[in-house]
Structures are given as C-alpha cells and as structure tokens.
C-alpha cells in the first residue's frame, strides 16, 4: 500500500533533475507491486527533523517485521565499488569519488530508530509483565538502487547483495520480508519470537511518519497565488505656493505612484493526497490528519501562513478545525468534520 506519494518538484538543475528522475522511477516500480498489498507499506521521500537535525529518506517499506530503507542513486553510466567499499563513477567522462550509499541509508536508518523511541510509549504496546517494547531491536535493512541503464561494477569479494538496479529492488524486498517471515515460523516452534509489530502498532506508526513529514523547502508557484492591487489615494495634489514669490506658481507635478502588487499564497485545498478527493474527516492519533472517506488513506494537514511563512497550529472546537498562526495572531476556519 502506498501511504505517501513522491513529491513533485521542479528541478533546478540537471544534477538534481537526475536525482528526481531515479527516484520517479522505482516510486513507479514500488506503486506496480505493492499498491493493493496492505500488509507492505511504503513511504516516497519521507524526510523527518529533530532540532537542527534532518533526515531524507527515499524510499522507506514498512511491514509487520521491521522497515527497509531504499536509496535512489542516478547512475546512468558506470559505477564502481572497491574490495574496501570505496565508491566511484563515470560523470562527464572522468572518474568521481562518490559517498557510499549504502553508510547514508545506514545513518538514515541510524536516525529513524533514535526518532522514534523519542515516541516509543505512544507507539508500541507493551509486552508481557508490563515491559515496555523498543525500536532499538527492530530491524532496518538498507537496499541501494541505481537507474536500470546503469552498470555496476563489483568487487572481487562481492558484498554488494543490497546494490541493485532499480527494477530488481521490488524481489529483494519481497525476500527480505520472506526470511523474515521463515525466521518467525522457526522461532515460534521453539517457543520464542521474532520482532513482529501488530496491526495496531503498524497503524499508529504509519499515522505518525506520515504526519511528522516535513518537506525540505515550501517552492510557492505563481500559479497558486493571488495578486491583490493595494489602492492608492485619489485626492488632488495640494499647491505650491513660494514664501519668497508674491507671485502664485504653478502646482507641481509629483510622479504617480505605481499600485503597489502584494503577493499572497492561497491556502491550499482540503483534498485526499491520494485519489483527489474531497470528502474527508480529520482524526487525532499524536497529531491532526485527514483520513479520506473515499479510498481510506491519509493525508497529512500541512498549513502554512501565508504572512510569515510559519507552519500553523490546529486548534479544534467541536467539529470545526481552525489554523492559528501566534506569530501573526491569525485564526481561519479550514475544515468542518460532517461525523466523528
């Protein structure tokens, strides 16, 4: 099941056109596979921040046994990884050290666990005799994909079984989750068991990574603002008149002055990230979000004030949903709930 979609961005050069494009593409492959598989649950560009601190996820996979992490490189040529795990590739026909892919998903996977023990109570059960469960035992694999029309050169002491084209990425998450699932059923038999996350708990992580999103830079586009012309007076220009002149002269002239165009972002639309819709209610599970009434998926409520530029706080009074801004004093009603 998708939960969260890849962001569209407008690139601003090629490197980063590139980077977007690799990551379109296994987002396309992920979408093909898992899209009606409901216990698989995939998360495209998730980037998450604590203090000073962000963490950039390309892809992250979600199941009952953990999470894998998948890093999009754009490798379109030739890639090359030595007997000491050493990256380098062909670019503008030179040879470029590159960092490893596989040490960034790991800090990224480092980053995830730390972030949500920091909300472990409110997000796993606890186990028997009243202890309290953890992330810090709960798996994160890490799979690095380049672009299909890539080579990958290897080393002689190939250790590379987590690199991959992109299209072969999809086989090597579903036989993650299947040894996972053999090593559940070994375990069981003896009586002991694996690290497994119930539906609950999958839920309620899914719920908090989507609405604890938070995107790199918000890119407003003309296309999605108002202009709104400020009037200027239309009262005639006073006379003149010299003290050191017994003759009256002339009213002068002053420049007219140009209306002055303010640019103001609209608000965006209450609408399912997912399927477009508009019918949708807001829960409550650690934070606001809407749950579509159509397809069933959730979209995080992510409003922005249009003065400052800060994100807004919901305050719910009954079935209506306001967004306050404290910097500017600023409260609108964005969405009413038809039931709870």
């Given at each position: 099941?998708?939960?969260?979609?890849?962001?569209?961005?407008?690139?601003?050069?090629?490197?980063?056109?590139?980077?977007?494009?690799?990551?379109?593409?296994?987002?396309?492959?992920?979408?093909?596979?898992?899209?009606?598989?409901?216990?698989?649950?995939?998360?495209?560009?998730?980037?998450?921040?604590?203090?000073?601190?962000?963490?950039?996820?390309?892809?992250?996979?979600?199941?009952?046994?953990g999470m894998i992490i998948v890093e999009s490189k754009s490798v379109t040529t030739r890639v090359v990884v030595n007997e000491l795990g050493e990256?380098?590739?062909?670019?503008?026909?030179?040879?470029?050290?590159?960092?490893?892919?596989?040490?960034?998903?790991?800090?990224?996977?480092?980053?995830?666990?730390?972030?949500?023990?920091?909300?472990?109570?409110?997000?796993?059960?606890?186990?028997?005799?009243?202890?309290?469960?953890?992330?810090?035992?709960?798996?994160?694999?890490?799979?690095?994909?380049?672009?299909?029309?890539?080579?990958?050169?290897?080393?002689?002491?190939?250790?590379?079984?987590?690199?991959?084209?992109?299209?072969?990425?999809?086989d090597k998450i579903k036989s993650i989750i299947s040894e996972y699932r053999k090593l559940d059923s070994l375990l069981n038999l003896s009586f002991?068991?694996?690290?497994?996350?119930?539906?609950?708990e999958i839920l309620k992580i899914s719920d908090f990574l989507l609405t604890h999103h938070q995107p790199s830079q918000a890119k407003t586009s003309?296309?999605?603002?108002?202009?709104?012309?400020?009037?200027?007076?239309?009262?005639?220009?006073?006379?003149?008149?010299?003290?050191?002149?017994?003759?009256?002269?002339?009213?002068?002239?002053?420049?007219?002055?140009?209306?002055?165009?303010?640019?103001?972002?609209?608000?965006?639309?209450?609408?399912?990230?997912?399927?477009?819709?508009?019918?949708?209610?807001?829960?409550?599970?650690?934070?606001?979000?809407?749950?579509?009434?159509?397809?069933?998926?959730?979209?995080?409520?992510?409003?922005?004030?249009?003065?400052?530029?800060?994100?807004?706080?919901?305050?719910?009074?009954?079935?209506?949903?306001?967004?306050?801004?404290?910097?500017?004093?600023?409260?609108?009603?964005?969405?009413?709930?038809?039931?709870?």
């Open positions: 099941m998708i939960i969260k979609n890849l962001e569209h961005i407008d690139p601003v050069n090629q490197l980063e056109k590139a980077g977007h494009y690799a990551e379109s593409q296994l987002a396309f492959y992920l979408k093909r596979e898992f899209k009606d598989e409901p216990q698989i649950l995939v998360f495209n560009n998730l980037r998450l921040q604590k203090g000073n601190d962000a963490c950039q996820i390309d892809h992250l996979v979600l199941s009952q046994y990256w380098k590739r062909w670019f503008n026909n030179v040879w470029q050290g590159m960092p490893s892919p596989i040490l960034q998903a790991q800090r990224q996977g480092k980053f995830l666990k730390d972030y949500l023990e920091d909300h472990v109570e409110n997000l796993l059960n606890k186990l028997m005799f009243g202890r309290q469960a953890h992330f810090t035992k709960m798996p994160i694999d890490v799979l690095v994909a380049i672009s299909d029309s890539g080579i990958i050169d290897r080393p002689k002491n190939d250790k590379l079984a987590n690199v991959s084209k992109a299209d072969q990425i999809v002991k068991v694996a690290y497994e996350l119930n539906k609950n003309f296309s999605n603002v108002i202009v709104t012309p400020i009037k200027t007076s239309s009262s005639p220009l006073p006379k003149v008149i010299s003290v050191n002149s017994t003759a009256t002269k002339q009213p002068v002239a002053k420049p007219l002055v140009k209306p002055v165009v303010k640019v103001v972002p609209q608000y965006p639309q209450n609408i399912c990230s997912h399927c477009q819709s508009k019918n949708l209610t807001i829960l409550y599970v650690h934070s606001y979000y809407f749950r579509c009434n159509d397809c069933g998926k959730n979209t995080a409520v992510k409003n922005i004030c249009p003065t400052c530029g800060d994100r807004e706080r919901t305050r719910k009074s009954g079935l209506q949903f306001f967004s306050e801004c404290e910097k500017c004093n600023n409260s609108r009603l964005f969405h009413t709930n038809i039931s709870v």
